[in-house]
């Protein structure tokens, strides 16, 4: 199965990404994260991105559409993968299409922006292995400390209220128009984002097989 998942950053694309990849054996690919990993290791790539990704911008397309066009090249991608935060923009969408890549199903998650807002400020990550943790629903044993490996716990730069709202407006404005898109394919179905996780989980799963 060949899927995306849309909603704002914030809505939970990753978490449910992950629990699809487990449930359908099909790899979660993350523009963010493969972004975050090239900044890390210091590639001319990364290097480009950050002022953009700093800001709450989004990256230049011919970055990210070729970041994905080399990533489902590999073999892992072969029977299906699910899109975490890509497309963002309707020429990023043409160009999957052009690449005559067959989307069967685009699951929208849909949360109101003043909830993205609480989500992403409380966000924590720690620096040293990236585990995720959220000041108020998933605190970590020891205040700013990482669970698994005893790393800082930091915030990401664009987790910053004034950066989430940035990032809030360009959703609206670039990346909201892909439903009307997909729509036209006739592969939407919407999810509302729930408090709990799990709830999110059982709608998402359900979304998969309607
Ligand atoms: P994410 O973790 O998906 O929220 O992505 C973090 C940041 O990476 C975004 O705010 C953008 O700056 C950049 N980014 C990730 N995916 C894309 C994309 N498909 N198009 C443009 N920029 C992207």
């Known amino acids: 199965m060949k899927l995306i998942l849309l909603g704002a950053p914030g809505a939970g694309k990753g ?3 992950e629990v699809i990849c487990k ?7 993350s523009t963010g994260n493969i ?3 090239a900044l890390k290791s210091g590639t001319e790539m990364g290097l480009k991105a950050k ?3 700093d800001a709450g911008q989004l ?3 011919e970055i990210v559409i070729g970041i994905i066009k080399d990533r489902l090249a590999e073999e892992d991608c072969k029977n299906g993968f699910i899109l975490d935060g890509f497309p963002r923009t309707i020429p990023q969408a043409e160009a999957l299409d052009a690449s005559g890549v067959v989307i069967d199903r685009v ?8 909830k993205i807002v609480t989500r992403m400020s409380g ?5 040293k292995c990236g585990a995720t943790y959220h000041l108020l629903y998933k605190k970590p044993k020891a205040e700013g400390v990482c669970d698994i490996c005893g790393g800082t716990l930091i915030q990401r730069k664009d987790d910053h209220p004034d950066t989430v709202k940035a990032r809030l407006e360009v959703y609206h404005k670039e990346t909201e128009p892909l439903i009307a898109h997909y729509k036209k394919q ?3 179905k919407r999810v509302d984002g729930q408090e709990e996780v799990a709830d999110t989980t059982r709608l998402t799963l359900a979304a998969l097989e309607a």
């Open 15 to 17: 978490t449910q990404a």
């Open 23 to 29: 449930h359908l054996g099909i790899p979660a690919i």
């Open 35 to 37: 972004l975050r990993e």
């Open 51 to 53: 002022a953009f990704m």
């Open 59 to 61: 990256v230049p397309d």
């Open 107 to 114: 699951i929208d998650i849909e949360v109101p922006d003043e």
């Open 123 to 127: 966000r924590r990550v720690c620096e």
């Open 186 to 188: 006739g592969v939407v």
